[in-house]
């Protein structure tokens, strides 16, 4: 999510980043994955208008500091996430960011968020743009500036490789972590989800993907969308 002059450059940078192994089609509207962000489609649409009004000086502003502030979750593998090694933030969106501003000349800065407050820290300021694993919804596109899809993805549940379930149906009775304010979220509280949904035992809120699957191994849940 972005203003419209900042989503104009970095539109014509994506569309011509094969390094960053930019694969989605103007205007393509692509699901999400377990891992990340949301349940309708990864990225963004365009914006409908790349003419920029005189009054948005975001870029000018970026230009002036230097660098460009990408808020994102710093625990939200494989596209942003903390190597646990290093310390260092990484993942495919963050390489993919790195490309981007390396091409428009200003230095990247990853500001960790909470990702359930993104809006609040994108309106005041705190941050330039979000991006990490952000998908397409009719409901952001109307909110949002967004970028074109850049990736396909598929909304799935993700559970321990040695358990049994096969089935959306096999997790009756079980419980489920999700994030809030995800696409994940949407797309369960959805009217075609409803009969999935309510036959969940619980639905646990979680605000890290990777410790997450730490209580998935644990038997602390049963599984992630």
Not at 64 to 71: A, I, Y
Not at 144 to 152: G, H, I, R, V, W
Not at 197 to 206: D, G, H, K, Q
């Amino acid at each position: 999510m972005l203003k419209k002059k900042i989503a104009a450059l970095l539109l014509a940078i994506l569309t011509a980043c094969s390094a960053a192994a930019c694969t989605g089609s103007s205007g393509a509207q692509t699901n999400s994955n377990a891992a990340g962000d949301d349940a309708s489609n990864t990225t963004e649409s365009a914006a409908a208008n790349s003419e920029e009004p005189a009054s948005d000086d975001s870029w000018d502003k970026i230009v002036e500091k230097g660098e460009l502030v990408m808020g994102l979750d710093d625990a939200f593998p494989p596209m942003g996430y903390t190597d646990t090694q290093t310390g260092e933030i990484i993942g495919f969106d963050v390489d993919v960011a790195k490309e981007v501003c390396s091409r428009l000349g200003v230095e990247l800065k990853l500001q960790p968020i909470e990702w359930n407050t993104k809006e609040m820290e994108l309106d005041g300021g705190n941050v330039d743009l979000l991006w990490n694993g952000y998908s397409y919804t009719d409901e952001r596109a109307e909110k949002q500036t967004l970028s074109n899809a850049y990736m396909k993805n598929n909304q799935v549940i993700l559970v321990k490789e040695d358990s049994s379930y096969q089935s959306l149906a096999d997790l009756a009775g079980k419980s489920l972590g999700v994030q809030s304010d995800s696409s994940a979220e949407t797309a369960l509280n959805s009217e075609e989800a409803t009969e999935f949904r309510e036959s969940l035992s619980e639905i646990v809120p979680i605000d890290d993907y990777s410790k997450a699957i730490l209580e998935i191994q644990n038997g602390l849940i049963e599984a992630i969308a």
